[in-house]
């Protein structure tokens, strides 16, 4: 255990700036973190997090500035250099290779040989050690990572971190793809070593899990310091206004809308291996929720009704046609529109600019005798652009060179533009902002008012809580629960979710 009453400072940013062009993504950035302490990095998509990040970890050279860690300075844009300062990183896209075991994931790029042969015993010895640092000891290093869950693999990372003497640890966004169970283990995890004198940068767009886990925050606006302190002296509200440079007075905008008569059903659908028999109804107007954990079948329900994933058995009826196979191109011409929660493979051609990205599944407005009017086209694009806040160079940017949260955005704003009657909105504010979920929300919002017919996937319970009219819960392939969102509670939903004895609705 770290004494408490040292303040000494681990690691120091001092009057950090990174220019793009004439562009200055980061100006002025000064940080200082003491052994022991967890502080939450946070601001909006483009706030610059990324940028800052990717300087402490030697990633991206800075173009002013410089970083410390106990007060030596690391050389600018040295990946090895930093990991060997003690400088950690975790991505939120991890990096973790299936094939190989815990162990050769753990040791990675440091691996101990001699005279041309891996030192196994010594490996071993070290990567049981680590994690039993980590709190996690039940994890056999023979085991291949693929049989691990996600969860597993992120404690994985965490340990490669360790094993490499890390005196800094940044976790950007580690709990976007976690089951709440696997997110306390994660919480235990990174106290643990913060009381063993770990300083620890924790990147997350949620509130909830700043409060819960960290001691102090880091706000940051366009590129500069907009705040920072200890987290008991502030409320959520001050948070928000700090990131978003305005007050946000609804986080989860309630929009007045009728629900009417039924539009889609989905009518004992299987899939392989998942759905199982999955059955429901969603009418127009209505904001139906779908809860469960990660591997429920919540997204492979969504693929099947939108022909992403074949029907195995079943029938889906939309409007007066009933399917018993699907495919995009028949979804969207009966006008189903779905954002993809792999926004990377599915959602979004990353080659493409944001424009062609944003109009490419609705194209008529723009078009006449076979030519295409760019002029409408690129008006349109703008606007939307403006409405979802998406930061970008120009609409004529690659899609592949945002940043994920602003990718999301341009997903979410083609999905809207496509002015389908059924949207299928899997995992729709991962990995953004909440200055923009708020606007997200708004939007979904808006659209059940106009009468469409809304599909909502979340593994945030309290999102779904607060924004839907119905609320399913899947467990295992099947849809184990369907109640009105007001006879729902979080631990309710969860205990669902994870198969426990139901009390009567």
Excluded at 259 to 266: P, V
Excluded at 296 to 302: L, V
Excluded at 337 to 354: H, N, P, T, W
């Amino acid at each position: 255990m770290i004494d408490s009453s040292v303040t000494r400072t681990v690691l120091s940013a001092n009057k950090l700036g990174k220019c793009y062009g004439r562009n200055w993504v980061l100006r002025d950035v000064s940080l200082e973190l003491a052994p022991g302490k967890i502080l939450a990095l946070l601001g909006e998509n483009g706030a610059g997090k990324s940028t800052l990040v990717k300087i402490l970890s030697g990633a991206v050279a800075a173009d002013e500035g410089d970083v410390q860690i106990n007060c030596v300075a690391v050389p600018r844009g040295v990946p090895s250099a930093a990991r060997n300062a003690g400088i950690a990183m975790v991505y939120q896209e991890l990096s973790v290779c299936d094939d190989l075991s815990v162990e050769d994931n753990i040791m990675l790029g440091r691996e101990m040989s001699g005279r041309g042969l891996l030192k196994r015993s010594e490996q071993r010895r070290l990567v049981v050690d680590v994690l039993k640092r980590l709190g996690h000891d039940e994890l056999e290093p023979q085991k291949m990572a693929s049989e691990l869950s996600v969860g597993a693999k992120q404690l994985i990372e965490i340990a490669r971190a360790l094993a490499a003497d890390a005196k800094v640890l940044i976790l950007d966004e580690p709990t976007s793809s976690l089951p709440a169970a696997d997110v306390q283990a994660l919480f235990a995890s990174v106290r643990k070593l913060a009381a063993d004198g770990l300083a620890v940068i924790y990147i997350s767009h949620f509130l909830e899990e700043i409060r819960e886990l960290c001691d102090s925050y880091f706000v940051l606006r366009d590129g500069v310091v907009a705040g920072s302190g200890p987290l008991a002296d502030v409320t959520e509200k001050d948070i928000v206004e700090l990131m978003v440079g305005r007050s946000v007075d609804e986080l989860y905008p309630q929009i007045p809308h009728a629900i009417g008569a039924d539009r889609l059903s989905l009518q004992k659908i299987c899939g392989n291996p998942t759905p199982t028999s999955v059955s429901l109804t969603v009418k127009r107007g209505e904001i139906f929720g779908i809860a469960g954990l990660v591997g429920a079948g919540r997204s492979e329900s969504m693929r099947c009704l939108y022909g992403l994933q074949p029907l195995t058995a079943g029938s889906i009826v939309n409007g007066e046609k009933t399917y018993s196979r699907t495919s995009p191109r028949q979804a969207i011409k009966g006008s189903i529109a779905m954002v993809s929660e792999d926004r990377k493979g599915e959602g979004l051609a990353q080659d493409l600019s944001i424009r062609d990205n944003l109009t490419l599944s609705r194209l008529g407005p723009y078009s006449s005798a076979g030519f295409i009017s760019e002029k409408t086209r690129t008006t349109a694009t703008a606007d939307w652009m403006t409405r979802l806040q998406v930061k970008a160079d120009s609409m004529h940017q690659s899609v592949s060179d945002l940043s994920g949260g602003n990718q999301q955005k341009v997903a979410i704003a083609r999905v809207l533009h496509q002015n389908a009657d059924v949207l299928i909105l899997d995992e729709p504010t991962r990995g953004v902002d909440v200055g923009t979920k708020a606007e997200i929300y708004r939007l979904i919002g808006e659209a059940a008012a106009d009468g469409c017919a809304i599909l909502f996937v979340s593994s945030y319970f309290h999102e779904l809580l607060n924004m839907c009219d119905r609320i399913a819960v899947m467990d295992r392939g099947e849809l184990v629960d369907v109640r009105n969102r007001s006879d729902w509670t979080e631990h309710e939903m969860l205990l669902a979710a994870m198969g426990g004895e139901m009390s009567p609705s």
